[in-house]
């Protein structure tokens, strides 16, 4: 369902392998470690001056040059190296006051270039230090921060609240906020870059898997509905995601089906009562005994998400005869929340629905039907809410459907790597005064046979090469304006294409489909 063959299996043999499979909840474990002062603090919060620098701090973790990159990934399509950084910023937590938040940034190595940036939103973080700015370096999910940067965009792995380096209770899967933390982790790039002399342009890439995926399409919408002034969408491609938080999920829990993963449930509950405060007093009055007793040793940091999980099961598996999430509840609770659509739990799980919006830039869903943990209706109902309100470049896409959870990773990243380098803009960084690099338009793409160049001079030169350097196709505009080449003779995959005058240089990716 949703495919229209937008399907390119070409991420290797590690990405994913080198860490644990996405869920759609995170949790966390709290740490007494603080990054802010209480003078850095009341500063920041009182001098608007102060409070429009956003960078805390920053911290080279690490680099690896485009060979290294090649054979961690297994892809020969690195065209940079990528230094990678730990960064602080300031932010706004779930009740209005002022927080610090960490993050990954992972920088291409040639400073000679203009870059895009991307965001990419993680997925479940079983304990507080499972997040980018951290497991970047033991090979987990912050390595797609170095997958992006060694294609030449400048990514942004937000850690979310909670975690990482910021205090308190995750907010998970709230939308308000993962849209808040990769917003203020945009707005502290600017310092960022003048610290180390990066160059960025204005498109914005935004992505994740996931929970990831909730957080992308949150910062989409909030990008698109409310910042129109300040951020620009380029393209979007929300992975794997439970967008449908107050239908989708609600009902998967409500149908007391085996699942395995029960401590997503709670982790909710504690969220949103973490951020609304009105869903119940005690933890027992909405978990049953057993369970509330790690339930509440989870929420006061005694224990980790996947520690929390582990006990659950056990729990379930000894007094229900198997892991059925629903039966942790409290059967009055179940009963309300099941007759009264207005029930705070339900008011609390519609408001972080993330699908009903039109996105204007180009947007793809990808996901599996298979899917054990976030049920493929998230992605069907995202798709047919936002169709329906207009969206006019949306695609929903099943990139493999016999495909788990963490087995859609994969398919969904490639699919991906393909959609934006349709969009992707590389210059180069000129002074005051010369010409710059400028984009070039080529109509159609993807293409199948022919591509038309258009805007360009007589006399400018074509050439075409693939990702590995090799020249597949030369030629030369003949006449000002439009051109036509045939490309048939090319293999599918990503190409380079490069245009160049007396004066200017056009450069632009064409992808080839057969």
């Known amino acids: 369902m949703g495919g229209n063959g937008e399907q390119f299996v070409i991420i290797g043999r ?19 470690m603080r990054i802010r002062t209480t003078l850095l603090f009341t500063l920041l919060w009182l001098c608007p001056a102060l409070r429009a620098q956003t960078l805390v701090s920053s911290t080279l973790l690490g680099s690896k040059t485009k060979a290294q990159l090649a054979s961690q990934f297994n892809l020969p399509i690195f065209q940079y190296g990528v230094k990678y950084y730990r960064i602080t910023y300031t932010t706004t937590g779930v009740q209005g006051l002022p927080d610090t938040a960490s993050g990954l940034v992972v920088v291409p190595d040639d400073a000679s270039k203009v870059y895009p940036r991307l965001v990419y939103q993680h997925g479940t973080s079983g304990t507080r230090y499972d997040v980018p700015s951290f497991n970047v370096l033991s090979g987990g999910e912050g390595t797609i921060g170095q997958l992006f940067g060694g294609l030449g965009y400048v990514a942004l792995l937000p850690d979310y609240l909670g975690l990482g380096l910021s ?3 995750h907010p998970y899967v709230h939308a308000e906020s993962e849209a808040s933390v990769a917003i203020d982790m945009l707005r502290a790039l600017p310092a960022f870059s003048a610290q180390y002399g990066l160059h960025t342009n204005a498109q914005l890439f935004m992505t994740g898997y996931s929970q990831g995926g909730h957080a992308s399409m949150a910062l989409h919408r909030k990008v698109e509905t409310e910042l129109q002034t300040e951020f620009t969408a380029t393209a979007a491609a929300h992975l794997s995601g439970p967008y449908s938080i107050g239908e989708v999920m609600r009902a998967l829990i409500l149908s007391d089906s085996v699942y395995l993963h ?26 049953k005994a057993p369970y509330a007793t790690p339930v509440a040793a989870f929420y006061n940091g005694t224990i980790t998400l996947n520690q929390l999980n582990s006990q659950l099961i056990s729990l379930l598996t000894a007094n229900e005869g198997a892991s059925r999430p629903l039966r942790m509840l409290q059967p009055d609770v179940v009963q309300e929340v099941r007759n009264d659509p207005d029930h705070p739990f339900n008011i609390a799980l519609r408001a972080n629905n993330v699908y009903d919006w039109a996105p204007a830039a180009p947007t793809r869903i990808f996901y599996c039907m ?14 047919d809410s936002m169709l329906a309100l207009g969206a006019a470049n949306l695609v929903a896409t099943d990139v493999k459907p ?39 338009t080529l109509q159609p793409n993807p293409a199948t046979a022919f591509i038309r160049l258009e805007q360009l001079p007589a006399g400018a030169s074509v050439r075409i090469v693939d990702l590995g350097g090799r020249l597949c196709l030369a030629s030369c505009i003949s006449a000002s304006g439009t051109a036509v080449l045939d490309i048939s003779g090319l293999g599918s995959g990503l190409y380079l294409v490069r245009c160049q005058s007396e004066n200017a240089v056009w450069l632009g990716k064409l992808i080839v489909q057969h």
């Open 167 to 169: 205090d308190g209770f």
């Open 262 to 287: 029960p401590a997503y449930l709670p982790n909710t509950i504690l969220s949103y009562q973490k951020v609304y405060g009105n869903l119940f007093g005690q933890i027992s009055e909405v978990f």
């Open 14 to 32: 590690r990405p994913m392998e080198e860490f644990p499979a996405a869920t759609y909840f995170s949790g966390q474990n709290k740490s007494p």
């Open 402 to 440: 016999g495909a788990n959870h963490g087995g859609c990773v994969e398919p969904a990243l490639s699919s991906t790597l393909f959609f934006f380098a349709g969009y992707q803009q590389v210059g180069v960084f000129t002074a005051a005064g010369e010409p710059a690099v400028q984009p070039l």
């Open 370 to 383: 298979a899917d054990d943990q976030v049920p493929y209706l998230n992605s069907i109902v995202a798709r």
